[in-house]
Nanobody, 123 residues
Framework: QVQLVDSGGGSVQAGGSLRLSCAAS????????MAWFRQTPGKEREFVAAISWGSGTKYYADSVKGRSTISRDNAENTVYLQMNSLKPEDTAVYYC????????????????WGQGTQVTVSS
């Protein structure tokens, strides 16, 4: 029912900013959680941030807390991740995800996934 397209990645210097976008087609449910995960070669997919579509409740990984803001535009079925003060360790492919989940940080619980967008942060 839902397809996700994520975008907004790119190459920036350390300390710079990016805003990632995830546009959903189809009908979003207020029961869904939308989240961002990231993955680097040889590592498992890592939780970054999540937002409840209905309530707007936000969740952040400790690694990005204070530097990133997740938000949603219900009318446009879009979720954003504003990333500031980027560090080289933020380099990864970032994926958006959506679904009805119990644990927002667990990737296997999400049903829908975007194709991924590359973020590269240089020193």
């Amino acid at each position: 029912q839902v397809q996700l397209v994520d975008s907004g990645g790119g190459s920036v210097q350390a300390g710079g900013s990016l805003r990632l976008s995830c546009a959903a087609s189809g009908r979003m449910s207020t029961t869904y959680t939308m989240a961002w995960f990231r993955q680097t070669p040889g590592k498992e997919r890592e939780f970054v941030a999540a937002i409840s579509w209905g309530s707007g409740t936000k969740y952040y990984a400790d690694s990005v807390k204070g530097r990133s803001t997740i938000s949603r535009d219900n009318a446009e079925n879009t979720v954003y991740l504003q990333m500031n003060s980027l560090k080289p360790e933020d380099t990864a492919v970032y994926y958006c995800a959506a679904g009805v989940v119990v644990l927002v940080t667990t990737p296997q619980r999400y049903l829908y996934w975007g194709q991924g967008t590359q973020v590269t942060v240089s020193s």
